[in-house]
């Protein structure tokens, strides 16, 4: 009976026929701070996929929409506005219905000076524009009264007036005053940070004493952009495309993290450097019986 030749890897130890895996180092948070490390590590990714895409924040944001050419006054109240305007609106309906309202002169007088009816078929479709529009009125009559015909520059101040809130509030300093006082907290920076497991809050006026508490404080003006950016193109309310997300192997909320899809993105996403050598092979010569 002839003889079979059966091939066996080599046992031997020697480095040259062994398959050896470096990992690259990992450049977590050095406090050792486990929340501190999450969150920096999820901006680090953020920023990354935010370098990339331009949302309608970029844009249409309320930073975008007051005339930079208007006197100083005026475009104060121009960003107040927009942001009274932009509650439950997205920024592309927002930003129609600011240009509308400039076309017309956006100032403290001309809002004053229009009938109700009018401002109302100005802001249509803005969300609560019939609401919004008696808002802005009675603004603008305490600003003219009250403030000297500028808008208030402090929080408290501020959420004093008709439908101003405290993220409103919040971006209003930001951007109109150049102050930053605290977190502005919308419906995404509340969504994404609880998602992230950063926190874990029910009301955005809780997300926001937790993420200032959290974050320090270099971060608490960015943190708005940069997440509302985020969900608006990638973590949405609804099927947020985990599967093109930085975040999804660590983000506790990911639906990206199931069963064969996840080894896959692990083995894509992992920082190491795999290096392979052949095996040595022998031959060994299978005895006849």
Known sequence: MPKRLIATSSSSSSSSSESKIVKAEDSGNSSGNSENATWRRDVALIQKMRADMVAPVDTMGCHKLADPLAEPKIHRFQVLVALMLSSQTRDEVNAAAMK?????????????AFPVSDLEKILCPVGFYKRKAV??????????D????????????LCSLPGVGPKMANLVMQIAWG???????????????????????TTPEKTQKALESLLPRSEWQPINHLLVGFGQMLCQPVRPKCATCLCRLTCPSSTAKTGEKVEKLAKKSRKTVKIEKEDAFEVKEEPDF
């Open 135 to 144: 808002y802005i009125q009675q603004t603008a009559k305490i600003l003219e």
């Open 179 to 201: 102050k930053c006082e605290g977190i502005a907290v919308d419906t995404h920076v509340h969504r994404i940070s609880n998602r992230l497991g950063w926190i874990k809050t």
């Open 100 to 112: 509308r309202l400039k076309d017309h002169g956006l100032s403290i007088q001309t809002i004053r």
């Open 146 to 157: 009250s403030y000297s015909g500028d808008i208030p520059d402090t929080l408290d101040g």
